[in-house]
């Protein structure tokens, strides 16, 4: 909802942003900002680390005509989630600010996880968004927060997106006790996070270990891994989850577009739970048949 109150005030009906093809607006918000907003989502090629380029950004801005949906906001996202949690370099974000302003654009940053951002990176939070107009920041993830997010702006912004909120159906009573959860994760949590993301580059290197397991050690910057089955591997990816599940009792969230799996560290996870995870996998695929075909 942050996300799409945002949008729904930079852009008025018939706008159009300039997003990522991966970005979480555009591929699980349910098709919010049409749907809702009147607004149209320009999406082009995320890179492997989250970026898109600016090149790519230029050629998409429309042209001064009647014929052309108005582009009237750049949103970007970090950490993002669908390329791996990657950070977002903060040159580059510098670079997309200049750029905004060069072009008289509205910036929203979807910080969902800004805080595992500023954690893996050491930059502050507010130097991450200082040149952004808005941003999205999630208390319920990293934090562990019971639900909730921040949408942060002006304050004649915040004041104008109340309403919105409001009509959407956002008002909420008796709202202290999760208040009091987001007011916790902020003060306890924050610094907590590098032990996600040292327990997530543990389980990337373990299952990197095991043969039939491919994983990308080196694109693990916070707390987020994807991992998939060898295609020389008799068990499929599906299979591997179903097994792990009922065997060893764990269960991933599932399998991320039919052949990757996406694994999230968090407070729960300890780094015994990341050993065990390691094992478990490691089991499961010894114990089929054969680990791989032969030719």
């Known amino acids: 909802m942050s996300n799409l109150i945002a949008i729904g ?27 809702y907003m009147g607004v149209s989502l320009a999406t082009l090629p995320n890179q492997p680390d989250g970026t898109i380029k600016l090149s790519d950004m230029a050629r998409a801005v429309r042209a001064d005509d009647i014929h052309y949906p108005r582009t009237s906001l750049v949103e970007i996202e970090n950490t993002h989630n669908t390329c791996g949690g990657r950070v977002l370099p ?12 060069e072009h008289n654009l509205s910036l929203h940053v979807d910080g969902a996880r800004l805080a595992n951002a500023s954690v893996a990176s050491g930059v502050a939070l507010e130097d991450l968004v200082k040149g952004a107009d808005t941003v999205s920041f ?36 008796q709202s202290g006790v999760v208040a009091a959860g987001a007011l916790y994760g902020l003060e306890h949590q924050f610094d907590r996070l590098a032990e996600d993301h040292e327990n997530a580059k543990t389980l990337a290197h373990g299952l990197s270990t095991i043969p039939g397991i491919e994983i990308d050690v080196n694109s693990v ?18 299979t591997l989850v179903k097994k792990v599940a009922e065997e060893k009792g764990i269960v991933f969230g ?29 089991d499961v695929l010894a114990a089929s048949e054969s680990n791989f075909q032969v030719a």
Not at 94 to 100: A, I, M, P, S
Not at 141 to 156: C, D
């Open 138 to 173: 999630c208390l319920s993830k990293g934090l562990g927060a019971p639900i909730g997010s921040i949408l942060a702006g002006s304050e004649e912004f915040i004041h104008q997106a109340k309403r919105l909120r409001k009509s959407l159906g956002g008002g909420l009573r």
């Open 254 to 282: 599932g399998y991320w577009r039919g052949e990757e799996i996406r694994a999230v560290t968090n407070l729960h996870v300890t780094s015994g739970d990341v050993e065990y995870t390691i094992a478990s996998v490691r």
């Open 9 to 35: 005030m930079h852009c008025q009906r018939g706008d159009e942003v300039i997003c990522g093809n991966k970005s979480h607006i555009f591929t699980y918000e349910g098709a919010g900002a049409s749907a």
């Open 90 to 101: 903060l040159s580059y974000i510098r670079d997309v600010e200049n750029f905004c302003k």
């Open 221 to 238: 910057d916070t707390n987020m891994l994807f991992f998939k089955v060898s295609s020389d591997c008799k068990i499929d990816t599906q």
